[in-house]
């Protein structure tokens, strides 16, 4: 689409010099002063209760304070519940005696300084009584009562619509895979922190880099007795989150801390401590059965899934139930049935993490799905493009209308620029084989027609200088939100970007938001922006009118009134002097759709027979975005999700032994992609529009990661002729396939 002034092109962060020069202020950079600072003592045992905790060594050391298990709240809660009311299984506390894995809470320890704590900390002595640790999924649900007093075996949730008995006694054959998905780190480069400090009024701050600060509200309130209009959390400047920030894993212990001391308390933590004690990407075992007609038409499908939610069950079966919804968005199926459990085991607890679930099941359906085509001899293109939803189908799930679904387009000219017809030959009989593989995925814009409510407010507010200041409730998570939204407001008022401020999250000033999840960013709450710059800018016009008697329209940051033309900043001053009023506008939107964002990756990769490593040679992503609000920012997103994508293919799992031992605990045995092993990433979008979104933009951010491994599987499954189904594929998985 053309015709913008700022929509559609490259964007400049005004955050950009700043971080680039290391002058960016995060949380821990602006302490006040007498904050004790906090350092948590995890368990070492995957699961044993505390026999005894001794702590008078650690008091002997000036100004210490350890609170343990012992002082601490006995309420149980969820940190994936973000709204009062949403009645998540509550099976966590703030501190525990009773651990449950490597890196559960025991105790906290506090002193003037962080040297001081840690010295403290390592004075303590636990003694504990081993328990036995569950690490299998499959058996977790028959030891439930040891790991949880509730007892409860596991947390069902089911999908179903259409006679799913009747499409498989019929089909002419029935195709069935055992797919698994890896625990993940999230890797965000900024480690967990957050800061709580008392105010004057009963008031408790909390200051954290988080993605839902009204959940953060509702969390810290389970623990602390004080209304919610006494809890004020802000966001502050994040160095990443990728989901592992979207849950309230430290904050309500932080601010029961300083609730009882009566002083700020800053906790931050270790990569170490990041990876053992706070969320992960749930692993899962999917089992999937596709039931066809003998000209390859899907007539239905069934999965079993076993979701693994580690030691709590957070989010969950939040991101279980997410996975189950993503199955009849992609693929027209007309009868499914959609069976998962959510089980509880000694492990690092999982929750949101980018995709919310799709990367899992996509990587089970698309795996599956190739694994099939070449079983039954179907081409893979062709059999996709018979089976693939068309634009505005209906979800027989009941879900939200898909809207403007481009996935044929993603794959027709994806598989065009990628040159498919020609690389999807596999070659090479000796050492290094060469082969070519793709994979196609969907994901959401928001909460709309889910069980979950969706609002987004905003107030903008038009300067006597020209400038602006938009008061939202977004949550900057270093992907450019607020650029983006400066960029929306700047099309619609014709301010430039760069004279448009852009307030992130405050729960005691800003505007009521869910907060940065389910990929709403852009459809919902960027819609949100452009009302409300319309709004302003309506408002605006008829105060000119009124005070200059004649009809007044804007056009590039300046108003035509009859034959003069008056730049923004003097008129406002006009107006706010003669018509006693400001230009200020607030809306609150509910949006009334939830379109799917698409997108194929195509990918060209070499595999070493002999050590088992895979090279990728050639990487295309096709995505369906609607309209591109910053090109560059677009762009920067697939990259960053490819980068994901490789290391959930390849290289990235979170292990633990038979005692509930992780076997990474820093990133010397955490393998990520790094910037050598990135192949050069080539973007198309697809720009069709879509409504309801801000000039027809939708989300990109999660769906990036979602089809990429899958592609990699099935380009080294074609390469070696193998049906590798485990992730990551590692040179030893990869190895022991050809050897056996």
């Not at 492990?347 to 190739?370: F, M």
């Not at 960029?487 to 000033?509: N, S």
């Not at 409300?532 to 309506?538: G, I, P």
Request: glycine share 10%.
């Amino acid at each position: 689409m053309s015709g913008y002034r700022f929509i559609g092109k490259n964007l400049r962060r005004p955050d950009g010099p700043d971080k680039v020069r290391g002058q960016y202020h995060y949380l821990a950079d602006s302490l006040p002063e007498g904050t004790l600072h906090g350092v948590i003592l995890f368990s070492t045992q995957a699961h044993a209760r505390l026999v005894s905790i001794d702590t008078r060594r650690a008091l002997a050391l000036p100004g210490v304070t350890v609170l343990t298990y012992e002082d601490a709240p006995a309420e149980r809660y969820n940190s994936g519940e973000w709204f009062p009311g949403q009645n998540d299984h509550p099976d966590e506390t703030v501190l525990t005696g009773h651990a449950r894995h490597v890196g559960d809470r025991i105790a906290l320890v506090l002193a003037q300084d962080r040297r001081t704590a840690l010295e403290a900390r390592n004075r303590i002595n636990v003694v504990y009584e081993p328990l036995p640790p569950i690490t299998d999924i499959m058996s977790a649900g028959d030891m439930a009562g040891l790991l949880h007093e509730d007892g409860i075996p596991a947390f069902p949730g089911r999908i179903e619509y259409g006679d799913v008995d009747a499409a498989f006694a019929n089909a002419d054959m029935v195709e069935r895979d055992t797919i698994v998905t890896p625990r993940i780190h999230h890797a965000a480069l900024e480690t967990h922190c957050i800061l709580a400090i008392p105010r004057a009024e009963q008031v408790l701050e909390i200051r954290s880099p988080c993605q839902i600060g009204f959940g953060v509200q509702h969390a810290v309130s389970m623990v602390v007795p004080l209304p919610l209009s006494k809890i004020r959390v802000i966001k502050v400047p994040m160095g990443g989150s990728f989901g592992g920030k979207q849950e309230a894993v430290f904050e309500p212990l932080c601010a029961w801390a300083a609730y009882r001391l009566g002083r700020p308390v800053f906790i931050n933590t270790t990569r170490e401590e990041t990876m053992l004690a706070t969320r992960t990407r749930a692993a899962t075992l999917g089992v999937v059965e596709t039931a066809l007609d003998a000209e390859g038409t899907i007539l239905g499908r069934r999965f079993s899934l076993t979701v693994d939610a580690g030691a709590y069950l957070t989010g969950t079966k939040k991101v279980m139930m997410a996975m189950g919804k993503k199955t009849s968005r992609l693929y027209a199926i007309p009868a499914l049935r959609y069976e998962a459990r959510a089980v509880r085991t000694s492990t690092t607890p999982a929750g949101a993490c980018r995709g919310y679930g799709s990367p899992q099941i996509h990587a089970i359906t698309e795996v599956h799905t190739d694994l099939l085509c070449h079983r039954r001899g179907f081409d893979p293109a062709a059999f996709r493009l018979k089976n693939l939803v068309h634009p505005f189908n209906d979800d027989p799930s009941g879900n939200a209308n898909l809207g403007n679904a481009r996935i044929r387009d993603c794959l027709e000219r994806g598989l065009r620029a990628f040159g498919w017809e020609e690389r999807k030959k596999a070659s090479g009989a000796g050492r290094f084989r060469r082969g070519a593989g793709f994979a196609c995925a969907t994901h959401g814009n928001g909460y709309y027609k889910t069980i979950y409510h969706d609002i987004a407010g905003m107030s903008l507010r038009l300067m006597e200088d020209g400038s602006a200041v938009l008061r939202s409730g977004i949550y900057e998570m270093g992907h450019a939100a607020n650029t983006a939204m400066a960029c929306i407001v700047a099309e619609v008022t014709g301010i430039a970007p760069e004279r448009i401020t852009v307030l992130e999250g405050d729960t005691l000033f800003g505007s009521y938001d869910i907060g940065c999840q389910a990929s709403r960013g852009i459809y919902v709450v960027g819609e949100c922006a452009r009302l409300c710059a319309e709004s302003a800018m309506k408002k605006l016009c008829r105060e000119a009118e009124r005070l200059w008697q004649v009809p007044v329209r804007h056009e590039d940051g300046v108003l035509h009134a009859g034959d003069k033309t008056v730049e923004f900043g003097d008129a406002l001053r006009e107006i706010t002097l003669k018509n006693r009023v400001t230009i200020e506008a607030f809306v609150e939107h509910r949006p009334e759709h939830n379109p799917a964002s698409y997108g194929v990756h195509f990918v060209d990769l070499t595999v070493d027979t002999l050590s088992g490593l895979v090279h990728i040679d050639k990487y295309l992503a096709v995505h369906d975005v609607g309209q591109a609000v910053g090109r560059n920012l677009v762009e920067g997103q697939i990259y960053g999700g490819v980068q994901m994508g490789i290391g959930m293919a390849l290289t990235e799992e979170l292990v633990f032994d038979q005692k509930g031992q992780p076997s990474a605990r820093n990133f010397d045995k955490y393998h990520l992609i790094n910037a050598p092993d990135m192949p050069d990433v080539e973007v198309l979008l697809i720009e069709e529009g879509e409504e309801g979104g801000p000039f027809g933009a939708k989300s990109i951010g999660e769906i990036a990661t979602v089809p990429v491994a899958p592609a990699i599987v099935n380009a080294v499954n074609r390469a070696l002729s193998t049906s590798l189904t485990r992730m990551p594929l590692t040179p030893e998985r990869i190895v022991a396939a050809l050897n056996r």
